[in-house]
């Protein structure tokens, strides 16, 4: 009879190969890893980022597009241009305050846009025309804000830094606004708006 045949085991030599072999796999696996995870978040973070400007050139293209020249009557009764702005500060009656339950008031809202320190805000009144004390609603559209710019195309096609001029009558609404956003990442977005007619009455 032959002899059986005595089991061999690894040496230590070649399990420490081995081990080394393994462990260096195992790093290059986990960099490769953790630079695909890095990668995603920061995707993640850019495509919220240019939601957030989409949203708020969104915002205010849409209510230029829909505003009216409805004026308001102020927090002390005074008579409020249907749009008046200057070159940071936006204020204008809307059409289009959708009513989900189908509630009896005005189709008409008016908002308000405005730099607070590095955040674009939009405000909106709970009425048109203002009782004592009324205050807007504000939501923040974006962040990191460098400048929000804004000037005023007369139908003449002058651009005027405010509106309106002296002598226009409260319903009166430019030809076109145009605003700048100029933000921190991003850049620079302008946008020039073309309003409707001035001669357009809103109704209640």
Same mark, same amino acid.
């Given at each position: 009879?032959? !002899?059986?045949?005595? %089991?061999?085991?690894?040496?230590? =030599?070649?399990?420490?190969?081995?081990?080394?072999?393994?462990? @260096?796999?195992?790093?290059?696996?986990?960099?490769?890893? &953790? %630079?695909? +995870?890095?990668?995603? %978040?920061?995707?993640?973070?850019?495509?919220?980022?240019?939601?957030?400007?989409?949203?708020?050139?969104?915002?205010?293209?849409? #209510?230029?597009?829909? %505003?009216?020249?409805?004026?308001?009557?102020? &927090?002390?009764? $005074?008579?409020?241009?249907?749009?008046?702005?200057?070159?940071?500060?936006?204020?204008?009656?809307?059409?289009?305050?959708?009513?989900?339950? @189908?509630?009896?008031?005005?189709?008409?809202?008016?908002? +308000?846009?405005?730099?607070?320190?590095?955040? *674009?805000?939009?405000?909106?009144?709970?009425?048109?025309?203002?009782?004592?004390?009324?205050? /807007?609603?504000?939501?923040?559209?974006?962040?990191? *804000?460098?400048?929000?710019?804004?000037?005023?195309?007369?139908?003449?096609? &002058?651009?005027?830094?405010?509106?309106?001029?002296?002598? #226009?009558? !409260? $319903?009166? *609404? /430019?030809?076109? =606004?145009?605003?700048?956003?100029? @933000?921190?990442?991003?850049?620079? +977005?302008?946008?020039? +708006?073309?309003? /409707?007619?001035?001669?357009?009455?809103?109704? &209640?």
């Amino acid at each position: 009879m032959r !002899p059986a045949a005595r %089991a061999r085991g690894f040496t230590l =030599v070649e399990v420490l190969v081995a081990t080394a072999v393994f462990a @260096i796999m195992s790093a290059l696996a986990w960099g490769g890893l &953790n %630079a695909v +995870i890095r990668a995603r %978040a920061a995707l993640v973070a850019e495509q919220q980022d240019f939601s957030r400007t989409l949203r708020a050139v969104g915002a205010l293209e849409r #209510d230029l597009q829909a %505003a009216v020249a409805r004026p308001v009557r102020g &927090n002390y009764g $005074e008579t409020l241009p249907a749009l008046r702005g200057d070159g940071d500060h936006l204020e204008l009656t809307r059409l289009g305050y959708a009513s989900p339950l @189908i509630e009896a008031r005005s189709a008409l809202e008016r908002v +308000i846009y405005q730099q607070d320190g590095k955040t *674009l805000k939009r405000g909106r009144f709970a009425v048109l025309d203002r009782a004592a004390g009324s205050l /807007p609603e504000f939501s923040e559209l974006r962040d990191r *804000l460098r400048r929000f710019q804004l000037r005023y195309m007369d139908a003449q096609g &002058n651009w005027l830094e405010a509106w309106p001029r002296r002598d #226009d009558a !409260p $319903e009166a *609404l /430019p030809r076109a =606004v145009e605003f700048r956003l100029d @933000i921190d990442g991003v850049g620079e +977005i302008r946008r020039l +708006i073309e309003l /409707p007619s001035s001669a357009v009455q809103a109704a &209640n």
